[in-house]
Structure formats: C-alpha cells, structure tokens
C-alpha cells in the first residue's frame, strides 16, 4: 500500500541508476518555474515510484509523470501522495507493460501492431514507408513510451503543449482505448501523409517525429 507524503519526501535517491533520474529530471519540462520545486519533487516521487513497484527506472517515466505533478500547479492542495496514486492507476490501465519489461519485448511488439495497423488503415502510406525502410522504431518510440507527453509540436502557438496533452489524455481515459496511443500515432500519419510523401527517404524519420499535432484533427480523424 502506497505510504504518506514524508515517506515519498524522504525517500533515499539510491536507485542503481540515480544519476540518469536526475539528468532526466533536470530537462523534464524546462518552461515549468521551479518556484513550486517542480525538479526536486519528480526525481523524489520517480525514485518512490520505481521501489514501490520494483521496476528499474527507465527513460520515459519522467516525460509520463511531468503532466501529473504538474496539476499541482492548479491544486497545490493535492499531495504527492495522490497524485502517485492516480498515476499509478493511469500507468496500469493504459501503460502497462512497457516500464516493467526489462528487455523491450512488448515495445517491439508494439512497432509490429502499429505497423499492421497502418497496413490497415492506408496501405498506400504503410506501403510508401516500408519501401524507404521507414519502420515505426525510427520515429514513434517516444510517442508510445510518454503516451504524446514528450515531443509534442504544435501546430497551433497559442495553445500551451500541457494542454494538448491534458485534451489527449482526458480523450483517452473518456474512451477506455486501451490502445489510444497507437490509433493517434496513425491518425497523426494519415493527417501528415501529404507531407511525408513530399519529403526524400532520408528526412523522413525526423519529419514523421516531428510532425505537428492538430487536436481537432486527430480527435476528428480518431472518431471516423
């Protein structure tokens, strides 16, 4: 049973991997101030996280946790103790076994279903992409391990990127998919399919990586 707040503040930063926790955490979200401790309270509840589970800390936990302690910058009443405890149920519905895989298995078997899937939807972009040796490890890794909290570009400026998220994921847990990130990762081909049939074999892997993100599109494109 997850324990109190003191218990996650004076947890021992003594993971076997420590050092790469902080590195991470030290480019987790550079626009957040740190006036609320933002940096010092992630590698404290990441550490926790990762004991309490018993799961070596893998890279991406960081970008997927961001959003969370990030809600208390609109409820600084809520304790890190709760906010835990909701990401772990979140981590456990919709991302369940990639952090605790040690060898990646189920990330590989994730590029395989993203890719059929896309087979599926537009086999002329599926076929286009495999052609130019274009597979789904070279540009949706980050996409599937921070569920789109990592690496997102926006096509709209005036929108802040944690809100894009906070739309993404409320879509998620509205619908109970699952498999959310891989119907948006395809719904964000299909939307730039102009762009990456545009662009030479070489580009492609950083174009599709970087594509920007439209909501209304991708919810549009989700919902057909």
């Known amino acids: 049973m997850m324990s109190s707040d003191m218990d996650i503040l004076l947890v021992k930063l003594d993971l076997p991997n420590q050092s790469v926790v902080k590195i991470d955490v030290k480019r987790t979200r550079p626009e957040i101030e740190d006036k609320f401790a933002f940096k010092s309270y992630l590698e404290l509840a990441l550490t926790y996280y990762c004991k309490y589970t018993k799961i070596s800390y893998k890279q991406g936990l960081n970008e997927l946790f961001a959003p969370f302690l990030c809600l208390r910058k609109y409820s600084p009443a809520s304790s890190l103790h709760e906010i835990l405890k909701v990401f ?70 005036s929108k802040h990127e944690l809100e894009v998220v906070y739309q993404l994921w409320d879509f998620l847990i509205m619908s109970g998919i ?3 990130a891989f119907y948006v990762a395809i719904a964000l081909l299909i939307n730039s399919r102009e762009k990456v049939f545009a662009e030479a074999a070489v580009e492609l892997p950083q174009v599709i990586s970087s594509v920007c993100i439209q909501p209304e599109k991708v919810f549009e494109t989700l919902e057909l």
Do not use: G, M
């Not at 519905?93 to 298995?105: G, K, N, R």
């Not at 939807?121 to 130019?132: A, E, F």
């Not at 490890?137 to 709209?156: D, I, Q, R």
């Open 88 to 157: 772990l149920i979140f981590t456990e519905v919709f991302s369940p076994t990639f952090y605790i895989d040690e060898d990646f298995l189920s990330l590989e078997h994730s590029f395989l279903f993203l890719q059929l899937l896309l087979q599926y939807h537009d086999p002329q972009l599926s076929l286009h992409l495999r052609k130019r040796c274009i597979t789904p490890e070279l540009y949706s890794t980050p996409w599937l391990l921070t569920l789109f909290a990592a690496y997102l570009f926006l096509s709209n400026r």
């Open 178 to 180: 699952k498999d959310f």
